[in-house]
Structure formats: structure tokens, C-alpha cells
């Protein structure tokens, strides 16, 4: 089965510039968490869905990032514009309901703003 | 607000040692908890859950979790260094919805 599907793997931009990362999660799976690491602040939560509806966007660190998911297979976490302090790795993680179902990470997205 | 906390390490043992990793939590209405590890670069992967107080084996990890101390732990033994990663533990509130990972321990297995 394929896991949780990321694009693109690295992003290298410049400051100022729109950047748009992608997910798919696990076919089935109804949360969808994006996450932000970074060595300084470890693993953030920025945001989850459930059944496509943004639950808690608590994390999301100012207006210049957005999220969303237009539908069950299908999610973007957008930054406009870009600074040099969101370089980080960017994870998409999915799960089904349930207490006692996990959480599977895609491979994450590198991104660099110059 | 709910809290996982880690120790953040680094945590060093010898190969073929026992390494024990701690975890505690704050919510009392976390019911189900996870072991993730992640390597340098990599994503996390999960290692094992565990939702009952005791403990639960597989292989050579062996979760352990006290809902009364609301402790969780994670031991495995006959280290290798292959097991030298970042090891984070997270929790599930009774809803099944949010998860709050700890901030993690960097555990190295030295030869």
C-alpha cells in the first residue's frame, strides 16, 4: 500500500516568493496533520484536518501560511510570502479515527528560502 | 495545555546494553501512546503502541505505561548501534484525535 505521499522532496526558493507543498495521505485515513521541524523547535503541529474540515490551526505560525484540503485525498500547506526563518522540514502525517490508530509521516518536504 | 516531555539526551549506552526512554505526560485523558524513531533526515516511523497499563513486547522493545504516574516508557534491549536515532514519544487523547509529540531523546549506541 502507499503511504503518505509528499511532493516536491526539496524546495530551494527565494525569500519573498509563494511556496506550495503537497500531500496525499493513506488512502481511508480521515486526519491530516501538517507538521514543521526544525533542530531549534522540533516537531510543531501547524495544523489537522478531519474529514477535510481544518480542526485546529492553533500552530500555524501567522497569516502567511494558509492550508487546505479540497478533498479526502488531497492536501497543500501554502506560504506567501516565503521568509529565510521558515526554512525547515515540513511533514504531512495521516490517520485513521480512533484512539488507538497511529499516525503515518510522509517523507517530508526540505525547503530552503535564500 | 497537554504536554508529552522527553528527556532530550543525548542518551548513550554500549552496544548490547539495555537503553530505557522515558516519557511522561500531562493530559489525563490520553489513552493510547506511540513510540516513534526517527533517524537523521528520515521521518518519524513508528516503533510500537501501547494502551493498557503494563507492559507489551515486541522483539526487542518492550513499551511500558502507568496511566496512575502517567508515565510511558520504552526499553530495548541488546542495543545496536543501528538503533542510534532520535526516539519520540506521542499521545492520543480519548477522542482519537490530536496527537502532542514530546520533543524527543537522541539515544547513541556506541560499539
Known amino acids: 500500500d502507499a503511504g503518505v505521499i509528499q511532493s516536491p522532496r526539496h524546495e530551494v526558493t527565494e525569500m519573498g516568493q509563494e511556496v506550495t507543498l503537497r500531500c496525499k495521505p493513506i488512502?481511508?485515513?480521515?486526519?491530516l496533520f501538517w507538521y514543521r521541524q526544525t533542530m531549534m523547535r522540533g516537531l510543531e503541529l501547524l495544523i489537522y484536518?478531519?474529514?477535510?474540515?481544518?480542526?485546529?490551526d492553533s500552530g500555524m505560525p501567522e497569516d502567511r501560511f494558509s492550508a487546505k484540503m479540497p478533498n479526502a485525498s488531497f492536501s497543500t500547506l501554502k506560504i506567501q510570502p516565503s521568509e529565510p526563518r521558515d526554512s525547515a522540514v515540513y511533514f504531512c502525517?495521516?490517520?485513521?479515527?480512533?484512539?488507538?490508530?497511529?499516525?503515518?509521516f510522509g517523507d517530508g518536504t526540505r525547503l530552503s528560502i535564500l | 495545555q497537554k504536554e508529552v516531555e522527553q528527556n532530550s539526551g543525548p542518551l548513550s549506552v554500549p552496544e548490547g546494553a539495555i537503553a530505557s526512554l522515558n516519557c511522561t505526560y500531562s493530559?489525563?485523558?490520553?489513552?493510547?501512546f506511540f513510540w516513534y524513531r526517527q533517524y537523521s533526515g528520515k521521518s518519524p516511523e513508528l516503533i510500537m503502541f501501547?494502551?493498557?497499563?503494563g507492559d507489551k513486547e515486541d522483539g526487542r522493545f518492550t513499551a511500558q505505561l502507568n496511566k496512575a504516574s502517567q508515565y510511558v516508557s520504552l526499553l530495548i534491549r541488546d542495543s545496536q548501534p543501528s538503533d542510534s536515532a532520535t526516539y519520540l514519544c506521542?499521545?492520543?487523547?480519548?477522542?482519537?484525535?490530536?496527537?502532542?509529540f514530546g520533543p524527543g531523546t537522541r539515544l547513541s549506541v556506541l560499539p
Open positions: 502525517a495521516s490517520s485513521s479515527t480512533g484512539p488507538n490508530q497511529p499516525q503515518h
Open positions: 506521542a499521545a492520543r487523547d480519548n477522542y482519537g484525535q490530536n496527537f502532542v
Open positions: 493530559d489525563r485523558g490520553s489513552q493510547s
Open positions: 488512502s481511508g485515513h480521515d486526519y
Open positions: 484536518f478531519n474529514n477535510n474540515v481544518p480542526i485546529d
Open positions: 501501547i494502551y493498557s497499563n
